[in-house]
């Protein structure tokens, strides 16, 4: 079985799914992109692939199995609903939505369209680190959790990023992403602020500390402009052991008086296997497979999270997340 | 110059302290030693030193120039205020006394005495790795510090610590070393309680989030019972780059499926650098020099943030702390 | 373009190939199977493939494009030369050949047939970590290499593998990425018998020390009896710096008085990467690529090496490696 | 008890005696130095010492007990001689003496004094990684050695130093640890050259591979032009596992791109503990305990095997390393 993919959207990751899509996966074909700068979907599509003008075009093109959406933030949600509508399969960048409402709309859509169609663009979920911290936690090796500390370091952040922004853009990651490793929602989350980098006056770092239900301590610092690289790093803490993530490149190097190992530059390169087992897992999903990123519950949950950590960065109290119970479609999804 | 010492207490940190003395520190003599365990007191004595039935007068015998306390914690402040009467030098160990008014009586006692002679044992500001922070935070190589994430954890704690001990004697150390490193007093303290590890369900792991007056975010991992051994870590996070703690023995085996390092299993081998240090440098201190370590006034304002944090446990408050402007007398001292 | 590939041997090695062709390689489909076991073939097979009951009626196969053998070592040459004869790309796992005189005939075939076919699989050419060195020496980063120090540890050798046998089917690997990674043949090879392991006493772990015509000097333990794992390793050593091969799993643990990483237990998952690298560029080099791999001529020069080794070890004199000119044709692949 | 000493040489290593004297040791007084320049010598008395202007006036001083040689190379043996004749315990920086004559005429002559008087300043016995390997081998945790691979890299060695230098001057230290590491002579030696680095054309980069009594094989990277940095280290490799030196400064700093150490620019740093406890386990010896550093006859050893390596490096041959029997005054210290 070969799927046929379209891909709506070709900047930086959009460029980037098609590469991964063209060389590391079995059983996939780029068959159709779309952008709205029609040189970059040029670019992208080569001689190999049809170009569609409209993206809602290339959602209903017969010869399209699956879709990537990888288009600005603020079409995420009407093309996944579109693609809900077509009743294809779309594995959307995050974030899923431009707020709660939209997510949720999705979440209902879906539901109502009976079978999982949708797929979150949350990649660490496929990062090997943070899946063998979750399977650490399900099969219990070191007891029960009791911390994870995050740490997401940008070498330098664009201009326009606030400090709410680095809420909604980046922390959101470790939101999902602890969720995936323990297993369970947040229940209370805080914010604070440190002070300003002279680096990128305009924003704050911040230190963000959430809890579980079942009380797992989940700190995340998300600093934008630590200069020395591209960063992501975390410690999960249980009972009896812990779990750090380590990674680096493949040589260590010693020269001019310092002994260790080049740090990253972007996610492209830290998160490089992530994203290409993600787009391998989605095709097996595809194949009769089940989808193990995360579900449109997933990302509106984790949009409910970074919203009321927003608050909690604008008030300075501890602000409750409420995310209501699952939807039982998702529990049958396991 | 040799300074001829005496000893209180002869427990597992006295007899470490002669040890020390005897072996490892220059121009030192240890002269007479006191323990209420008599036996205690003849073991570490050996046939070459004098034992003393009695604290105070072991602080007044006229061949003792300078004093060490490491004897039952409720005893620090009364011997350590004979020491200043008789007007000798004192290393105390950690607490510096049992409640924040006893600690005060010693600064006030230090002022009236018009010279130094008090240094509270906080061995960690003679480790190496928190002195490069410092230094780095001084010249300001990496720019100006954002945060200081902090870990301590103990293998196995003592039934008989609540949480409000953890932070009492252990999260001491972090609110004074990082006064120590970011050379200032903190401003607002924070404590999350996480989920009870079932090894000791009598108390909590705690997570303490610390603001310094200038908006460093300090935050403090405070974990009893970790099982696979004693791990004390901290990452100083600049404007400019990173510093982080990496101790480790000196050999990294790979034995059993597994490469790596043995983990210390407590304080006195993971810090027999500092402790050796700090002796050293007390006693240079009594040739002329500084004291380097922690003074009366750094023990008072440890113990006062402590208190806040205990509040702050409490309440689960975000607490202030307030500590007041330090004696013109400090300052001087540099 | 799909290609489609014909697997000859379906043990280890063959079926961890069809599992890569079938989930991580674009532009690959398995359509045709053989195994002298016909159950294996079948458990490989499934039921998306055809099962050949002949080696060569495979090769021959109309509907396969290019051949991946994986059958025991004594069929190797004469499956290769007859995949050359039917002008399909293979991709031969080493050894090529049983002796030095087979290992010719393939050369000669492959000049005869007058374009590139054959590739031989040292799969470590596809490393991340032994890339990056060939690259810097390519570049002159770290200006020229002066030594080479690899490591080849196996946790528990075979009883039947002699010390002769460790130099054939271990050393070659370092053998052939040392050309790769320095860009020169040896000329000259030592090998220095340790004392045996009571674990496995009828082999001698080795030292070979090899001298490239430049003199660059590269020094290979082997010891197939390491016990904790699976452990290759790797400095190179130029005149301004070195690079190490730094590989280990993506989480490291704290645990039980330990802190580090679990070590590989053998090639299969120590070289993942370099395995599923080795088929996709593979791929890409039969879509109008260049092979990155070892060719026949490598091939034929690291058993040329490896015999020159041999004498070493048997005779303890210094060995002349003498591998005559490369053929043009092999200088027009670059 | 308080050891009074004399330092004969006031240079590079003489004055780092005195400083590691003053501060660092217990139980021990610099009483008298001696320096051809008289200049260098009261820069290091102070006002503190008595500056002697002849070495053997300083060692038949009446007021001195110990005395330490740290003098040019050539007055070491005469000066070691001198203390014996003067009944005075010695730690005499390596190398003992100019020739192997001279070496055995110390041994003699301490043997004739009836005790032992002699300790050779190898101080690498006193750094905790080897300490650590040889409490490996001797307690057997990992099974019997196999292998001990060394590498001795300096940043920038000086011009006149020859290939025939870098062994008689730098590989001297791994052939007087592997002794200590293994607890074994060692049988026989090559040498092998490397091609010189552009930075220093007038020596070349060794690879000395020395094989032991029993048969362990020690391979030997002796570059005295690394660029980077000055780089100790070594790995035991074991029957069950292995140890390595691990060592680095206190603190990993993440910064520019790069994470990792500082490396060491030269001994003093990277050695700074093992010439404390070098000299704190002299006084100890002197005190009723016994000498754990290197013998005369260790030193004669190491003197005599790289005199065979000397000889490998010349005929590219292999030498066999003939030290004869250990004379029975040396077994008996153990």
Redesign the interface.
């Known amino acids: 079985m070969t799927v046929r993919f379209g891909l709506v959207g070709c900047g930086v990751m959009g460029s980037d799914h098609a590469r991964i ?8 074909e780029l068959v159709a992109v779309q952008d709205k700068d029609w040189g970059r979907a040029k670019r992208v599509a080569g001689d190999r692939c049809r170009i569609h003008a409209d993206p809602e075009q290339l959602i209903v093109d017969p010869g399209v199995d699956a879709i990537v959406i990888a288009s600005p933030d603020a079409t995420h949600a009407p093309l996944t609903l579109a693609a809900i509508a077509a009743g294809k399969p779309v594995l959307c960048e995050k974030p899923m939505a431009s707020n709660l409402d939209e997510a949720r709309s999705i979440v209902d859509a879906e539901i109502a369209a009976g079978r999982q169609l949708v797929q979150i663009g949350f990649m660490r979920r496929f ?3 943070y ?3 979750r399977a650490a936690v399900k099969a219990g090796t ?3 959790p ?2 994870l ?1 995050c ?1 997401h370091r940008n070498a330098v952040g664009p201009d326009y990023v606030t400090s709410d922004l680095v809420l909604a853009n980046s922390s959101v990651h470790e939101i999902d992403i602890s969720r995936y490793v323990l297993g369970e929602d947040h229940a209370r989350v ?1 914010v ?4 300003s ?3 990128a006056p305009n924003r704050q ?1 911040l ?1 963000m ?1 959430l ?1 579980t239900m ?4 989940v ?1 995340v ?1 998300a ?1 934008l ?5 591209y ?1 992501v790093q975390g410690e999960l ?1 249980c ?25 990253e ?1 972007d996610w492209v390169g830290r998160f490089a296997d992530a994203y290409r087992c993600q787009l ?1 897992d989605f095709v ?1 999903a595809l194949d009769g497979g089940r989808f193990l990123g995360s579900s449109a519950w997933d990302g509106y949950v984790a949009s409910l999270t970074a919203e009321a950590a927003l608050r909690a960065l604008r008030t ?1 109290e ?1 602000i409750a997340v409420e995310s209501g119970d699952r939807p039982a479609f998702y529990d049958a999804l396991g």
Chains 1, 2, 3, 4 share one sequence.
């Open positions: 899509l063209r060389s590391d996966i079995a059983g996939a990062d090997p680190g899946r063998a911290m070191l007891g029960n009791l911390f500390h740490i805080r604070i602020r440190a002070r980098s002279r680096k770092p230190m500390v809890e079942s009380g797992v301590v700190s610092e600093f402009d630590a200069q020395y690289g960063d803490v009972e009896e052991g812990t779990l750090s993530l380590d990674p680096h490149p493949p040589v260590r190097s010693r020269v001019g008086g310092s002994d260790g190992h080049a740090v530059t391998r097996a300075g501890t």
